[in-house]
């Protein structure tokens, strides 16, 4: 495994759409042995109202999100993992992104559409601000149903539920480092590898149209030369299998490509030059995160180097491997799950620091 998630954290509000989230949140904790934090987020500024005691308030609903969080029915693809549940109290987004902090987790996994009564810190802004304050990568789960069936139906077929990972990028450093997950994951889930880099053509300010062609013609042989040297050398002999490039506006090309080409996940670095991933500020991430069908896994820019270079390390690894196949596949061994259920009662995150 190229990815070292040890700590994964799954904010939930108990809705119906939460809950098949959870299931994809267990399947990859399973198949990371990684431990599975299940959190809920009580913020009772939300409900306090004109005459109603604040602290009674405060109260009961701290003590329904802990009986429901008790009660929560771990599913079937979470067997095995380690499981840890925590109420928290406060504003959603800061409490999620502050425990994954207390608690060094390597990923949150997230609904975007989650329904239930406590925290509904899923229906907009809290989700947003998870992603721009988050300590560690994001995956982003814009219609669980679906993602959880098929992540079910792979495991039916003894197959990975990634199998074909969509990176786009606009050549920045942040992408680069996304790039280096995007091979981890294709690593990790035997999964193929498609770079994407999307030409803005609304950005060429000429309008007759042989200059528009010649200056398109141009834009993408330099993107596809950029395309190559950001490669690992090893992977730039298979570049015609990998590298992509299209036209249009990125906010629309990057999730169609991803429907129309059968991708199962998009991985995208959060604060590229060119808006690619600054997310709230009505960028192209936002707006993938929010028109795409298949999860978005977004990397955020404030990473260890240890991790860069470890990646770096891996891509040589994983150079020969596609060299030996003859075509860009990148090959990996299953990994099981041996993790222990233990008994779990609710609890509230542990000190800041």
Partial sequence: MMNKFKRIVFPTDFGETAQSALRVAGSMAAYYRAQLDIVSVVDSTVYAYAGYPFATLAADLMKSAEE?????????E???VEVKRFVLSGNAAHEIADHAQRHSADLICMSTHARGAIGRFFLGSVADKVLHIAPCPVLVLRKPEGIAKAHASAARKDEKPFRKILFPTDFS?????????AIALTEDYDAELVVL????????????????DIILKGLREHALAEMKAGLPA???ENFHTIGV???????KVIPAYAESNHCDLIVMGSHGRTGLGRVLLGSVADKVVRNAKCPVFIERAKQSIEMQSEMAKKAQKLGAKILAKGKGVLKSGAAGSSG???AIKPMRSGPRT
Avoid: C, M
């Avoid at 429901?68 to 079937?76: A, G, I, R, S, T």
């Fill in 340 to 342: 222990r259920n233990d």
């Fill in 173 to 181: 450093p942040t992408a680069n480092l996304a790039l280096r997950r």
């Fill in 68 to 76: 429901q969080l008790n009660k929560l029915k771990l599913p079937e």
């Fill in 245 to 251: 490039v299209k036209r249009g506006d990125p906010t």
């Fill in 78 to 80: 979470a067997k095995g």
């Fill in 234 to 236: 090893e992977l730039v």
């Fill in 197 to 212: 880099h999307i030409v803005d053509d609304s950005l060429i300010s000429t309008h007759v149209e042989s200059e528009r």
